[in-house]
């Protein structure tokens, strides 16, 4: 594909981008109208409300006395900014609580999506190589068993296994500095890491597994190319988009995943953020945090399809077919 | 024209380079053994051209994947293959590794799946070229290797390209050319040029056959085809059900074959040149090797099988110079065999013109693009039917003859209804059938009645879920929900497409593909139309089996009185069944007239393209060979 | 939305190893023992799962209390034998309601095109660029806990995947000469899609149903151990998890013990479906 054709790819999808933004914005703002009990009370997230005064001041604050379309214009104008208001439960901005507990998640969701693409990507390989054989069926179970193990409960045992039992990994905690944040995290991570690397190990496997049956490996074989030369240039390189779109999958698993793990673990992440603020009904955050992860979502989303085309060149960008 | 005899008869004492004796293969899928190929012996000379003919079921493309050590999972081979002395069937996969494509070479038949889709043509070459030895050269001259190589095949430009990019013809060259990167002294063509268009495989037998006497390369050629076999091999060894029934050479077995499976195949091959009264089908259908395995394999189907041809299995033995045959009672039946062989091949007589009527059919000036016809976007949209007019009377069976891409399909869709014309008219029986969803109800029901049609794949032609019987009786009580004789009307379908009534309980999967084609006309004859589209009804069918649905077709012309739109690349084909015929090129009719006029002396040039590349035994028929992209 | 013409993607199935004998019997063992243990809690658990004992406290696995108990005393065994029921029915619900929309919503949208077709697909497009269980955390959370609700805002998160997997394969089916024929004999639309079309891409749409099972089975119980969806002190199995994982050190199999039925009733429920979608390929294989 041309270089114009790309720029006009990427033009198109920031627009679809935006168009989709827009909806889940609007979305988001109206969960303060969805959620039981006047926007008021839910503004006061459960304070008793006796003073007037308060009441006049939320009402204020938060622009209630325009109509609905006013109300969302403005809430949408600070949200293009970033701003979401501040939090119920804290007071703080939501931008900064936001931003003070990013570092903690990228960290676990780069740490966990590294390991599940390694784990999955080979353990699929290696499964397609040696189809029907043990070493197959172990892993195909594997990934059947990860892929049914919520997060959570992965994260339970392996506390269960590693920090009570055998005392090898610290329970609880964040850590210090970089090597022993690692340290404190290895737990979550892997915990994500086996229900995203079985989804990997299965789209992998079948990805290689047709590849492996198709006429060009038959063909590439019949011309003396060397097995490593068939299994990688032939066999992965066209298993590769089914991989990408498990990749792409995986990060947004790691999102969520994220919420879980960080419960089970007691981490002070966005995840944690999330759940908190969820159950304390402390709405300017959990619309701040819906926005800020949709958005990262719809952005991993948009990368995957360029990364398409980066490796299949016979990918075409036309309007209106999936 | 003599030079080339003498090449082809020097060409057969020489020392063969590439031997199969008593080979086997046998498939072992869940626990059941079932035989593929057994004890055939092959062999090829260098400078030698191989043919191997058989119809589905024979086993030649497996023959082809064991002659290279790629037999699929599950498959095995015994016996011997051996290679310049070397026996292959011992050799290490390392090794064997190292014979492939440097010692022999192979090519399958789709293009479209052959290469890979990632990387571009150029890289295809250089990556063979890189093996072993070589990798001291620097890219540049790998490089402007592929290109010589490339150009070799006549498609230099393509070096940067990917396959995608290409037709199927290119795409088959690009492989040709990459199978030979390692100059193997041997080349196993395993249909190379069915997936492709009439003009096209022309010109890839040709590439082909230039390729092997300028390399001095030995070719296996694999094919279902036996006009292709003749017009480019110097030798024939004709496969069924999994074991070799006769070889010889070309001349000799086109003159006169020695066993009744070749001379029926021979028969059921329609001519090109002349229309004959009624095609010599082979009855029945390919028997599974196993079935076969203790009695003369085409016993089964011969009209001339004996109690003898039961007993055992024939060996192939020397029955003339050069030639041997399984065939037991060869001596005996020897003149019955040429006496047939010379009284089917008459011309039927000329058929009367069918008197003048009021067409049933009248297409005028039909346009189909396809894609977006908004004006922004031109370039992404696609004419299939630029103004295609033409006509149909009733009871006329009437041909439409062109490639792929031609648009024939998008004609025959948009006649019962699944496109709607983007312009134009079409009228059937006088009734507007331009655009089906605009018609009252009373109308499309009329239309239904009149005009049905028949698919090309057999295989998904039927619902796979639903027993004959069932589909049957839909067509029936859609058209007749209150009559109460549905099962009878069924049996009576099926009896009148020649399939016992028994049929109607099984599903699709217990079918043949010429039975199941059967099932689809009866399908169509449910609603007793007037006419009947057949989009390529024959075309993915074996050839005796073709011949079976063509006779059919015509007898169920005679008894009816239903005519016929008959969709096809196949001029033979075409010339056996229809009064008329249009050619259709790139969505426009470039020529129409009697059929034994247009095919007999055309004037179009891509209609005399088209004529010419019809497989001939003669040895100019490839030298004659048309520039390529040339109407 | 999506405006990816990918060539061929979907051409390569899913390619399943079929589970042995053995661990096919186990999965359908497990899955039994669920159903009957969901159906017959009252009499089969020794003890109510609700009553807390604080005389006994939090006790390690012993003769009477087989699971031990948790730290207001309730008997963990008879609390993951009443699990059994909140794992069955949302679960299932979903499962069935998704099929059921998924098929009618993905049949329309493939057969009919056209304007259907644009306006469900605007829809699935919507809910596939959404993280759906970040969704269903916020839309429960916000919107008021209850289990009804998390199973409702499920259903709506998964039948959009079930549609577009229907409709994949009813654009499939649409060109085969079958369909062709019957739209040319002029069977009715609805005939065609509901006896012709449907029939045919069972092998694919089923076994999905097993797959959104054992996902709603995994989500549902996430929610809950996050503390949405069901009430505290519930005897569900997500939940159980979130209360005792606390208690580790002195009782670890009131955590594992829930933990791990998620597990085996939602592997066993994968098995089941890749052996269901092995069993109905072959069906078509076979010609």
């Known amino acids: 594909m041309s270089r114009q054709g790309l720029v006009l790819f990427v033009l198109r999808r920031l627009l679809a981008l935006a168009i989709l933004l827009t909806t889940v914005s609007f979305g988001v703002f109206s969960l303060l109208y969805l959620a039981p009990g006047s926007a008021e009370q839910v503004l006061l997230a459960g304070r008793p409300a006796a003073d007037a005064e308060t009441r006049n001041e939320i009402r204020e604050r938060y622009n209630l006395n325009d109509s609905f379309a006013e109300q969302y214009a403005l809430w949408a104008k600070g949200a293009v900014r970033l701003d979401f208001g501040q939090s119920i439960r804290t007071g703080e901005p939501v931008l900064t609580a936001i931003k003070d507990r990013s570092g903690l998640t990228i960290f676990l969701g780069v740490y966990g999506f590294a390991l599940a693409m390694l784990a999955g990507v080979s353990l699929g390989i290696l499964s397609a190589v040696r189809s029907r054989t043990s070493a197959d069926r172990g892993i195909v179970m594997f990934s059947i068993v990860g892929a049914s193990a919520p997060v959570f409960v992965t994260g339970v045992f392996l506390l269960y296994a590693f920090a009570v039992l055998l005392d090898l990994f610290p329970a609880f905690g964040q850590g210090e500095g970089f090597l022993d944040r690692f340290w404190h995290l290895t737990l979550p991570a892997v915990a994500l890491a086996v229900g995203g690397s079985a989804l990997v190990v299965r789209l992998t496997r079948a990805g290689m597994l047709g590849a492996l049956e198709q006429d060009y490996v038959t063909f590439a074989r019949a011309r003396g190319l060397s097995a490593r030369r068939v299994l990688l240039a032939y066999a992965f390189r066209n298993a590769l988009i089914p991989v990408v779109t498990a990749g792409a999958l995986v990060l947004s698993f790691m999102l969520t995943g994220a919420a879980l793990v960080e419960v089970t673990f007691a981490l002070p992440g966005i995840g944690a953020l999330l759940i908190d603020s969820v159950n304390f009904k402390d709405l300017p955050m959990v619309q701040g945090l819906a926005m800020v992860l949709a958005t990262v979502v719809i952005l991993i989303n948009l990368l995957t399809d360029i990364l398409y085309l980066f490796i299949d060149p016979r990918i075409t960008y036309s309007e209106g077919t999936a | 024209m003599t030079a080339v005899l003498e090449s082809r008869a020097r060409s057969l004492p020489r020392q063969a380079i590439l031997e199969t004796r008593g080979l086997a293969i046998e498939s072992r899928i869940g626990g059941r053994r079932r035989t593929i190929v057994c004890d055939l012996d092959l062999s090829v000379a260098a400078g030698e051209t191989v043919g191997v003919v058989g119809e589905s079921g024979s086993g030649k493309s497996m023959t082809a994947r064991a002659l290279i050590g790629l037999l699929p999972q599950g498959l095995s081979a015994r016996g011997s293959i051996s290679y310049a002395g070397r026996e292959l069937l011992q050799l290490p996969e390392r090794e064997l590794a190292r014979v492939r494509g440097s010692e022999i070479g192979l090519i399958l038949q789709d293009p479209f799946t052959m290469l ?26 790998r490089r402007a290797e592929a290109v010589r190589r490339l150009a070799e095949v006549g498609i230099a430009e393509a070096v940067d390209r990917y396959p995608f990019e290409l037709s199927g013809g290119m795409r088959q060259r690009v492989a040709i050319a990459a199978a030979l990167a390692g100059d193997p002294a041997v080349l196993i063509a395993d249909e190379p ?54 070889t010889g050479g070309t001349a000799a077995l086109e003159v006169e074959p020695l066993h009744p499976y070749t001379l029926g195949l021979l028969l059921s091959e329609p001519p090109g040149d002349r229309r004959l009264a009624e095609l010599a089908a082979i009855p029945g259908v390919v028997p599974s090797p196993d079935d076969v395995a203790e009695v003369c394999s085409f016993s089964p189907r011969c009209p001339w099988a004996q109690p003898i041809c039961r007993a055992g299995r024939p060996p192939l033995e020397p029955v003339a110079p050069g030639r041997l045959s399984a065939c037991r009672r060869i001596d005996e039946i020897r003149s019955e065999m040429r006496q047939r062989h010379a009284t089917v091949v008459q011309p039927a007589p000329p058929r009367d013109t069918p008197a003048v009527a009021a067409p049933l059919v009248e297409v005028e000036l039909v346009e189909k693009v396809f894609g977006d016809t908004s004006s922004r976007r031109v370039q992404e949209s696609v004419v299939a039917l630029a103004g295609v007019s033409l006509e149909i009377g009733p009871h006329e069976s009437v041909g439409l003859v062109g490639e792929s891409g031609s648009g024939k399909t998008t004609l025959a869709r948009c006649l019962v209804g699944l496109e709607t014309p983007t312009s134009g008219r079409i009228s059937i029986d006088g009734i507007d059938a331009t655009d089906y969803d605009a018609l009252s109800t009373a109308d499309r029901r009329r239309l239904r009645r009149t005009v049905q049609v028949v698919f090309q794949d057999p295989y998904s032609s039927l619902n796979p879920v639903r027993s004959v019987g ?46 199941r084609q059967r099932v689809a006309i009866a399908r169509a004859l449910a609603v007793k139309p007037r006419l009947i589209v057949c989009d390529e009804p024959v075309s993915a069918l074996d050839v005796s089996v073709q011949a079976q649905i063509l006779n059919l077709l015509s007898s169920l012309r005679e008894e009816l009185g239903v005519g016929y739109l008959f969709i096809t690349h196949d001029l033979p084909v075409v010339r056996q069944v229809v009064d008329r015929v249009y050619v259709l090129y790139r969505g426009e009719i470039v020529e129409s007239g009697p059929v034994d006029e247009v095919i007999g002396a055309p004037r179009h040039p891509y209609t005399i393209r088209l004529v010419d590349s019809m497989p001939r035994s003669s040895p100019d028929w490839l030298a004659a060979s048309a520039p390529p992209g040339a109407p | 939305m999506s405006e990816l013409a990918v060539p061929q993607l979907e051409r390569g199935r899913r390619r399943l190893l079929p589970p042995t004998p053995f661990t ?106 959404l993280p759906g269980l970040l969704v269903a955390i916020v839309l429960v959370g916000v919107l008021g806990s209850s289990y009804v609700l998390a199973v409702v805002v499920l259903l709506v998160l998964t039948s959009p995947f079930d549609t577009r997997i229907v409709r994949g394969a009813t654009l499939e089916q649409r060109p085969l000469a079958y369909v062709e024929a019957a739209r040319t004999l002029g069977l009715p639309g609805r005939t065609i899609m509901f006896r012709h079309i449907f029939p045919n891409i069972l092998p694919v749409t089923l076994p999905n149903a097993f797959l959104n099972f054992a996902f709603s089975l995994v989500a549902l119980s996430a929610l809950s151990f996050l503390g949405l969806g069901v009430g505290p002190g519930s005897a569900e199995w997500g939940r159980m998890l979130a209360e005792s994982r606390l208690l580790l050190f002195e009782n670890p199999v009131a955590a594992l013990a829930p933990g791990g039925m998620i597990v085996l009733t939602a592997a066993s429920m994968n098995l089941v479906g890749d052996w269901v979608y092995e069993r109905l390929a072959d069906r078509g294989r076979a010609r």
């Open chain 3, 24 to 129: 096919l019997a186990f999965s359908f063992l497990v899955l039994g023992v669920v159903v009957f243990l969901a159906v017959a809690a009252p009499l089969v658990a020794p003890r109510d799962p609700h009553a807390q004992n604080l005389l006994v406290g939090l006790t390690t696995p012993n003769s009477e209390f087989w699971f031990g108990t948790d730290d207001v005393g309730r008997d963990v065994f008879s609390r993951t034998i009443f699990g059994a029921r909140g794992a069955l029915i949302g679960p299932l619900a979903i499962a069935l309601g998704a099929f059921l929309i998924g098929n009618v919503l993905g049949l329309l949208a493939g057969f009919r095109g056209g304007l259907i077709d644009a306006a469900i697909m605007r829809w699935v497009d919507l809910m596939y660029a």
């Open chain 2, 116 to 141: 890979n889709p990632l990387l571009r043509c150029g890289r295809h070459i250089t990556e063979v070229l890189e093996r072993g030895d070589a990798r001291g050269v620097s890219r540049r001259a």
């Open chain 2, 193 to 246: 040029s069915t997936a492709l268009d009439a003009t096209t495989q022309k010109e890839i037998l040709a590439l082909l056959k230039s390729l092997q006497e300028a390399r001095g390369m030995g070719l296996v050629l694999i094919t279902h085809d036996l006009r292709v076999a003749f017009a480019i091999c110097d030798r024939i060894c004709v496969l069924y059900a999994g074991s070799l029934l006769e």
């Open chain 2, 470 to 515: 069932s589909t049957l009786r839909e067509a029936i009580e859609l058209y007749n929900p209150r009559s109460a004789r549905h099962a009878r009307q069924v049996d009576a379908l099926l009896e009148q497409v020649g399939l016992p009534a028994s049929y109607a309980v099984r599903k699709p999967i217990a079918l043949s593909g010429g039975e």
